[in-house]
């Protein structure tokens, strides 16, 4: 399995508070990415990075913001949860930008009250 | 319409069964396409990757339909184990590695 853990595994917190989740990998990949997993939805990408400091925005990046300091850490930043940001958060890596596959972390199950 | 749509199912099969779940995508340009698993409460994990001539691991078939847009995957002979949701990958033309998943298929194999 490659080595890539998510901290915290569970989280409550209230509405208005900040959150940060953490991904670190040890791979030394390129590629990562923030994903959230909601019922009828699939997985949907919230932020990427394609390199430290470099990040960009995905399909549901409102409300969130990322942060790439280091090749082995990217951090996913909740500036004032809200209940709809009740979720299961996915880190994934990637060794390059399509052609090879992405590995997920073991995920982060969030809930806003 | 949702770039890529597939029947969520739940497929319910016994043990030994042929199962086949095919998904669509929307967007003609699409490079890559895959078929991710994922359990229960777990991370998707990569199953196999789907090429236009089709290919084959153990009982997975995978083909690709261009022109018609689809994907498919075909299980032989269904193992309790096979048990999980099967999610449709895309990676669209140009889009800097950014994947855009299915919902996924539900999957229950039963003994």
């Known amino acids: 399995d490659a080595g890539i853990t998510q901290s915290p595994r569970h989280k409550v917190t209230e509405t208005g508070t900040p959150v940060t989740l953490r991904c670190h990998q040890t791979?030394?990949?390129?590629?990562m990415y923030w994903y959230r997993q909601d019922p009828g939805h699939g997985l949907r990408l919230i932020h990427y990075?394609?390199?430290?400091?470099?990040?960009d925005k995905g399909e549901v990046s409102d409300g969130y913001s990322v942060s790439r300091s280091k090749t082995e850490d990217f951090l996913l930043t909740l500036e004032s949860a809200t209940s709809s940001q009740t979720s299961v958060y996915f880190c994934?890596?990637?060794?390059?930008?399509?052609?090879?596959?992405?590995?997920f972390g073991p995920g982060t199950r969030l809930l806003v009250l | 319409r949702k770039e890529v749509e597939q029947d969520p199912g739940p497929f319910n099969v016994p043990e030994g069964a042929t199962v086949a779940f095919n998904c669509t995508y929307s967007n003609s340009a699409s490079q890559s396409f895959f078929w991710y698993r994922q359990d229960c409460r777990k991370e998707p994990k990569l199953l196999m990757s789907v090429y236009s001539s089709g290919n084959e691991d153990g009982r997975f078939t995978a083909q690709l339909n261009r022109a018609s847009q689809y994907i498919s995957l075909l299980i032989r002979d269904s193992k309790l184990s096979d048990s999980a949701t099967y999610l449709c990958v895309v990676n669209p033309y140009n889009q800097g590695g950014k994947l855009i998943f299915g919902q996924g298929t539900e999957l229950s194999v039963k003994p």
């Open positions: 791979e030394n990949h390129r590629y």
């Open positions: 990075s394609y390199g430290v400091k470099d990040t």
């Open positions: 994934a890596i990637s060794e390059s930008d399509g052609e090879g596959t992405q590995y």
